[in-house]
């Protein structure tokens, strides 16, 4: 069982910032890309942002383009999201997980591992 585990969730007004790590085993990350999802209540899990093994290849959501960038340490098997300008309707669980391939995807289907997720409230 690969064990994904995210942090640095938590509450922020609307128009701050807050960054979110994502720790994965050595084997697993350095073969991985990564992506975040989120899924708010009631609603479907969305992909949010992903990154290539190398890094070269970064895609995002329309909605948080420009706001929030994905990065990831290779040395230290960790991958980031940094969100700024948080808006209410980035309220939501972000999930991080890894995709056993070349390139980076948008497709909740390629991830095989998943974290159980941290929670991002941001107050109007």
């Known amino acids: 069982q690969v064990q994904l585990v995210e942090s640095g969730g938590g509450l922020v007004q609307a128009g701050g910032s807050l960054r979110l790590s994502c720790a994965a085993p050595g084997r697993t990350f350095s073969s991985a890309a990564m992506g975040w999802f989120r899924q708010a209540p009631g609603k479907e899990r969305e992909f949010v942002a992903a990154?290539?093994?190398?890094?070269?290849?970064?895609y995002y959501a329309d909605s948080v383009k420009g706001r929030f960038t994905i990065s990831r340490d290779n040395a230290k098997n960790t991958v980031y999201l940094q969100m700024n300008s948080l808006k209410p309707e980035d309220t939501a669980v972000y999930h991080c997980?890894?995709?056993?391939?070349?390139?980076?995807?948008?497709?909740?289907?390629?991830?095989?591992?998943w974290g159980q997720g941290t929670q991002v409230t941001a107050s109007s």
């Open positions: 990154i290539s093994r190398s890094g070269g290849i970064r």
């Open positions: 997980a890894a995709a056993l391939m070349v390139g980076a995807s948008r497709r909740t289907y390629d991830y095989k591992y």
